[in-house]
């Protein structure tokens, strides 16, 4: 698990450079200590309090595209169940400090994903 990514996931980095070719600036994985604890969203805008979080398929459970593991059952159920428990305690403190919260599965094709932020940060002007 240690060659897992935090950060500048594949699916991350096709969001971020279709924000930015639409002209869009933004903060990456900027740490929002906020009361009741610590998130760590993928993009943000900070001035428009948004959060991005851009979920892989198997780690955060993906309703869709999620898999069970067949190996190891024992210690990843628990573990995708922390995840996904871990994912709404985090769109909860950011909720409750005012922050929208924008969540991306990564088999949400692009331009998808792109109009979904667009249409978030329209409303928010």
């Known amino acids: ?51 991005i979080l851009v979920d892989g398929c198997f780690w955060h459970c993906c309703p869709i595209h999620g898999s069970r593991p067949s190996v190891n059952e024992d210690y990843w159920s ?18 409750s400090a005012g922050w929208t919260v924008i969540r991306i599965w990564e088999h949400v094709p692009v331009a998808d994903a792109l109009e979904r932020v667009r249409l978030v940060l329209n409303a928010e002007d």
């Open 78 to 95: 628990p573990k995708l169940l922390r995840n996904v428990e871990r994912d709404r305690r985090n769109d909860s403190l950011l909720e």
């Open 1 to 51: 698990m240690q060659a897992n990514r935090r950060r500048d996931t594949k699916p991350e980095l096709i969001l971020r450079s279709a924000l930015h070719r639409a002209g869009y600036r933004y903060r990456c994985d900027l740490r929002l200590d906020l009361e009741g604890g610590r998130v760590r969203p993928d993009i943000v805008f900070t001035r428009r309090r948004i959060a």
